[in-house]
């Protein structure tokens, strides 16, 4: 079986940073056996496959190497704007949706002129659990390769989803993100004990400014670059908490992220929430840099 692929750089505009995903824009009738083997032949993190649909309707897949998810946000970005540069979606679509196993996602589409350069997908509604107790959380941080004096105590502990579950923690800076050293076997006993794919410690840089950096290795992913769904759960924590300037009933934050393997990226999250402060829907946006055009024999 030959099947046609892009490698596609997500958050970001510059071939060779952001975060790297798979796009196979046809593949229909790709066998479960077939799909497992996709991420480790092209050495990516996510892929998103398109199953089928019409018009601006696109059936969507996602895979990483420990197999397939519900939601991947790098992939929806990436896929979304990949689609549309390429011309499989109709030229001068402002919205795609992409019915995905968990729920339809729909993705509007900004332009300069003719060419789509953003996208902004409003991400599956969040969700939110009781945060790991104090021995967890300790245990969660010998696994990273440090302790408590590393939290920051202004800013939320928390379990968020908005398509995968992840545990946050906040740091005092940026640069205690950056000295993390975790132990793979170690997050991913505490991933399947905690019920959370994924750990994604945070620190701010600004009052709506954040670095971050997302492990994930119970997906077969040790450090994932830039992250669409995690971010879009902090932000949705951050709301919740009341800890980041709100108006007119939104919060917008920026999460900066890859820095660390060398690949930088930005993430734009809008928040909306109810007048009680509860977060409702999640927008995170990016752009995204076509790398390279392929086709993998199977």
């Known amino acids: 079986m030959r099947l046609p692929y892009l490698l596609v750089d997500a958050f970001t505009r510059t071939p060779g940073t952001g975060n790297r995903v798979a796009i196979f ?101 969040p969700r939110f659990k009781n945060p790991p107790t104090y021995a967890e959380l300790r245990s969660v941080m010998e696994a990273l390769g440090a302790d408590e004096r590393y939290l920051h105590r202004g800013l939320p502990v928390g379990v968020a989803y908005t398509g995968l579950w992840s545990l946050f923690l906040p740091m005092v800076a940026p640069g205690m993100v950056d000295a993390l050293e975790p132990d793979p076997g170690k997050l991913a006993e505490l991933s399947e004990r905690l019920g959370v794919a994924t750990f994604h410690p945070y620190a701010p840089m600004g009052p709506r400014t954040y670095y971050a950096r997302d492990f994930a290795p119970a997906l077969g992913i040790p450090e994932d670059p830039v992250t669409g769904s995690a971010n879009g759960a902090l ?18 934050i920026t999460v900066l992220q890859g820095h660390h393997l060398g690949v930088p990226g930005e993430v734009r999250v809008r928040v909306e929430y109810t007048a009680s402060g509860e977060p409702y829907a999640v927008y995170v946006g990016g752009s995204a840099a076509i790398a390279e055009r392929g086709v993998l024999e199977l």
């Open 25 to 125: 824009p046809d593949a229909r009738g790709l066998s479960e056996a077939d799909a497992a083997k996709i991420t480790g032949r092209l050495g990516v993190r996510e892929a998103a496959l398109v199953a089928g649909g019409e018009g601006d309707v696109f059936d969507v897949r996602y895979l990483t190497p420990g197999g397939e998810i519900e939601f991947a946000g790098a992939a929806t970005i990436a896929l979304a704007l990949a689609l549309l540069q390429e011309g499989i979606a109709k030229a001068g679509s402002e919205k795609l949706f992409f019915r995905t196993p968990g729920e339809t996602v729909p993705v509007v589409i900004h332009y300069r002129g003719d060419e789509p350069v953003e996208a902004v997908m409003r991400e599956p509604a």
């Open 235 to 252: 932000a949705a924590l951050l709301a919740r908490a009341g800890v980041v300037p709100r108006r007119e009933g939104e919060v917008v």
